[in-house]
């Protein structure tokens, strides 16, 4: 439940932060000079501020439209990433951004005018061919939508440019906004799932999988283009079964042809991350496996992770064709 909301007093007055305090209007509101006061303290505890995290309303001066990380994306010649929030509502255990920041209070940018800006001139700086452009990589894409109407600004952005392409990455089932929207050729809403164990002990906030899939067959049904991201694949002695399982419900509710992309990939996160989550959650049993460290990235030993990509890989291909199925060489 969110504790209070802060506000940088140079954006008290803007239209988006107006509207924001709107619909907060029943939390404590507290004005502060730079988000960083906030958000970026040593001192802070991740793990009792998930419990009651603030909202943190704030503009972003600068870093709009990144560079996306080797190995992130589609195998597109120009991937960037953007994000108009840092932090995520949900709470995953696995997840990296618990490793990467002081806080988790989540912040919200309002300059998302800023961000098309900066969105244009990247593009036009490819002319001719298609750039990606990835939200939901330090947030989730939909889970704030409601209050954040980023969709509503975004959506109709990409469409203005002709060789945009965007990605909204999700666990959430909040699709209401897209759904009032017409349908953009350009626009591809990816749902992240972890097998129903993983989902079960690992996710904790996360809507249940057949309510992603209801949310995906909606998109789907009203003509938007929807990807599947199997991501991160989690080790335990039943994992084989239980992914079988989440493709067989996915795939029993939505058509694999009409599906625009699925990709796979294991649990793994950078040594920095991995030390930090680990001693946040020491009991957790996901950090207590056998672990490697290679090149700066913590995962699976070698040879489970290749039979767990191998094993999947091939139960993702009956269901879907070769075209679509994009391997996921991301480290978070």
Request: aromatic residues 12%.
């Amino acid at each position: 439940m969110t504790s209070r909301v802060y506000v940088e007093s140079s954006i008290r007055q803007h239209p988006r932060t107006r509207q924001l305090l709107q619909r907060l209007n029943k939390l404590p509101v507290i004005e502060i000079e730079h988000y960083g006061e906030v958000f970026n303290p040593r001192s802070q505890n991740f793990r009792l501020q998930k419990k009651n995290p603030a909202i943190i309303i704030a503009h972003k001066n600068k870093g709009h439209m990144l560079a996306a990380p080797e190995g992130y994306g589609l195998g597109g010649d120009h991937n960037y990433y953007f994000s108009h929030m840092l932090n995520c509502l949900y709470d995953c255990r696995y997840c990296f951004l618990q490793g990467m920041y002081q806080s988790a209070h989540q912040l919200l940018f309002v300059n998302f005018e800023d961000f098309g800006d900066e969105m244009r001139r990247v593009a036009a700086s490819h002319p001719q061919q298609p750039v990606w452009f990835y939200s939901g990589y330090d947030c989730d894409s939909l889970a704030n939508d409601p209050m954040t109407r980023f969709t509503e600004f975004f959506i109709p952005l990409v469409a203005s440019i002709d060789n945009a392409w965007m990605e909204l990455r999700t666990k959430s089932t909040q699709v209401r906004g897209m759904l009032k929207l017409k349908p953009q050729d350009r626009v591809v809403t990816a749902f992240s799932f972890s097998d129903p164990v993983s989902h079960a002990q690992l996710e904790n906030g996360v809507p249940s999988i057949a309510k992603r899939i209801d949310a995906m067959r909606r998109l789907m049904e009203a003509g938007w283009k929807v990807g599947l991201r199997l991501d991160p694949i989690v080790y335990h002695v039943n994992y084989q079964v239980e992914f079988k399982a989440l493709l067989e419900q996915i795939f029993a509710e939505l058509d694999a042809t009409a599906m625009h992309s699925v990709s796979l990939g294991s649990f793994r996160l950078t040594r920095d991350h991995f030390r930090k989550v680990s001693r946040l959650y020491p009991d957790e049993p996901l950090f207590a496996q056998p672990m490697e460290l290679d090149n700066g990235i913590v995962s699976y030993p070698v040879e489970r992770e290749r039979e767990m990509i191998e094993f999947c890989e091939t139960a993702v291909l009956q269901h879907v064709p070769r075209h679509c199925y994009h391997p996921c060489n991301w480290h978070g």
